[in-house]
Nanobody, 128 residues
Framework: QVQLVESGGGLVQPGGSLRLSCAAS????????IGWFRQAPGKEREGVSC???????YYADSVKGRFTVSSDNAKNTVYLQMDSVKPEDSAVYYC??????????????????????WGQGTQVTVSS
């Protein structure tokens, strides 16, 4: 069974940066790719980014050019570097993966409902 643990959330000022981490246990998480999702109060969960097993990265239009996803396979950890953050980036951020390969190009534009394994989430608040 895959377990995912997010960390790195916190309070950041608009225009600042933050790096989130998603540590995965179990081999399938890395092999099948990992998606990042977020949910703000009163809003539906939305895709943010997805990194597939081939190292290809996909982004939602709202974060493209500002967020960067990467991985350290030796540590089974995926990172989400958030730069030039905006107040509308405030949300609980989750990483997730499936029990089978899922196309990141599609997953990133969904709410992740097709993915079976989720972390507990980490809060990101962008405010001055």
């Amino acid at each position: 069974q895959v377990q995912l643990v997010e960390s790195g959330g916190g309070l950041v000022q608009p225009g600042g940066s933050l790096r989130l981490s998603c540590a995965a246990s179990g081999t399938t998480a890395v092999y099948y790719g990992i998606g990042w999702f977020r949910q703000a109060p009163g809003k539906e969960r939305e895709g943010v980014s997805c990194l597939d097993s081939g190292g290809n990265a996909y982004y939602a239009d709202s974060v493209k050019g500002r967020f960067t996803v990467s991985s350290d396979n030796a540590k089974n950890t995926v990172y989400l570097q958030m730069d030039s953050v905006k107040p509308e980036d405030s949300a609980v951020y989750y990483c997730a993966t499936g029990d089978s390969p899922a196309p990141c190009a599609v997953v990133v534009h969904t709410n992740g409902a097709a993915l079976e394994n989720w972390g507990q989430g980490t809060q990101v608040t962008v405010s001055s």
